[in-house]
């Protein structure tokens, strides 16, 4: 778990990078381009919907990072496969890298190694949702 100085290091990141409108069009480009995989998952979702659901995530990424309980139960649940939309553990790991590439770009200026202060912050939180669908991935194996 990063340090309160880092934690709060990140939130006030989170807080600048999200004041301005184009953070989050900017992630969402960086994602889909940057990755044929991650462009034909949510292929067939609307942008607008596509930017709306990264925009989510983050917010529960931010709820998540002081164990708070509604904030990790929805993590969980975004990291399951079931009924939703199963995300593999390596599009969260070009989700995290388009993230940070996102936020060098908007909050760099500020502190240029905020994108290391992100992956730590953040890092526990994405590894949950991986280990989540490592875990659902073995429990539908062996029903089958």
């Known amino acids: 778990m990063a340090s309160s100085e880092k934690v709060s290091e990140y939130c006030s990141s989170y807080s600048r990078c999200t004041l301005d409108p184009e953070f989050i069009p900017t992630f969402h480009k960086i994602f889909i381009t940057t990755s044929a995989d991650a462009r034909h998952h949510i292929s067939h979702i609307s942008e607008v919907r ?19 309980a509604n904030g990790m139960t929805s993590l969980e649940q975004l990291g399951k496969t079931g009924d939703r939309l199963p995300i593999k553990p390596e599009l969260y790991d070009h989700w995290l890298n388009s993230l940070v590439t996102t936020v060098e770009n908007y909050d760099g200026k500020v502190n240029p190694n905020i994108g290391a202060v ?9 590894d949950m949702m991986k280990q989540q669908y490592q875990d659902d991935a073995v429990k539908l194996k062996a029903i089958s």
Request: proline share 4%; glycine share 4%.
């Open 118 to 126: 992100w992956r730590e912050v953040l890092g526990p939180c994405i």
């Open 50 to 68: 596509q930017i709306k659901m990264m925009e989510y995530a983050l917010y529960l990424l931010m709820l998540s990072i002081d164990n708070n």
